[in-house]
């Protein structure tokens, strides 16, 4: 990061504390970034490894959210609903009025509403910042963030999103960045999908992983994503950067909140389903591009 950016980032959140919940595998990275900007961190998260770690470069921490009694910017990245819920609920009895909390984890914009209105009764400036991007790119700072929320809270915490992302949406007041980070999910998910069965199909045919993926990948149907995944899916490697469970999770929020505004969600539920399908199978912890090895078997099987 350039040393003149740093430094009016530094002097525009002086004076100001700078919390964190949550240093799980988005979260971490992204707390340390601004560690490393020089920004005072105190951070809340159950690992005593992580709490370690931090503590070690500079973060005050804490396995509760005492760290953050008195804060007036937090962050906070969540594995679901229920947590969500719960830090909000202490979060409303900690942080003074007019504090902003930016919440970036992929949760329901059901469970967002809801925890809009307890904020707002709390006098806290609720900003809904999900994130697009793999571990990798919350390490080097440039992730995309969809945001939607209070304005005001927005233009406080900018200068701080900046130094984590490289790309930042303003979608609305409401919970449109929810929505905007569920449809991009049900394209990620749908792409593996279809993958495993053009790839199953394929090699029916004679043609190799390695072929396949070569000639994809410089067609009018490549993307980032499959380059992304093209080696993972030839040495069938499926080391996790975002699990077959993980997607279960977000299919499950995608389809409710489909069928919640009465939009028919035909296909989406048969993805969830083959998710489901392969996790059973025992591939639950497996990278969620394993769909590609889940129905290979499958295939096999018939064959």
Not at 52 to 60: F, R, V
């Amino acid at each position: 990061m350039d040393s003149k950016v740093a430094a009016e980032t530094r002097a525009g959140v002086a004076g100001r504390k700078t919390g964190w919940v949550g240093a799980g595998k988005m979260g971490l990275p992204m707390a340390r970034n601004l560690l490393a900007a020089g920004i005072a961190v105190a951070v809340c998260e159950p690992n005593p490894a992580t709490l370690a770690m931090l503590s070690a470069e500079g973060a005050a921490t804490s396995a509760d959210l005492s760290a953050l009694d008195g804060a007036d910017l937090v962050f906070a990245t969540l594995p679901d609903d229920a947590a969500l819920r719960a830090v909000v609920a202490g979060l409303a009895t900690r942080l003074p009025r007019g504090a902003v909390l930016v919440e970036m984890s992929t949760v329901s914009p059901e469970c967002s509403a809801e925890v809009a209105q307890i904020l707002a009764n709390a006098g806290i400036l609720y900003i809904r910042a999900p994130v697009s991007g793999s571990t990798a790119l919350a390490e080097k700072g440039t992730l995309t963030v969809l945001a939607s929320g209070d304005p005001q809270g927005w233009q406080t915490a900018l200068p701080l999103i900046s130094l984590l992302s490289a790309r930042q949406f303003w979608l609305g007041t409401g919970d449109e960045a929810r929505y905007m980070k569920l449809v991009l999910n049900t394209l990620v998910g749908a792409s593996s999908a279809i993958l495993a069965e053009a790839v199953s199909m394929g090699a029916s045919g004679g043609l190799s992983r390695a072929a396949m993926m070569e000639v994809i990948c410089e067609s009018a149907v490549a993307s980032p994503l499959f380059k992304y995944k093209a080696d993972l899916v030839v040495s069938e490697d499926y080391t996790p950067a975002f699990t077959i469970q993980q997607m279960i999770k977000d299919f499950t929020l995608i389809s409710d909140a489909g069928r919640g505004n009465g939009v028919p969600m035909l296909t989406s539920g048969l993805i969830l389903e083959l998710y489901r399908a392969a996790a059973n199978a025992g591939l639950q912890n497996e990278d969620f591009f394993a769909l590609v090895k889940w129905h290979s078997g499958i295939s096999a099987q018939r064959g």
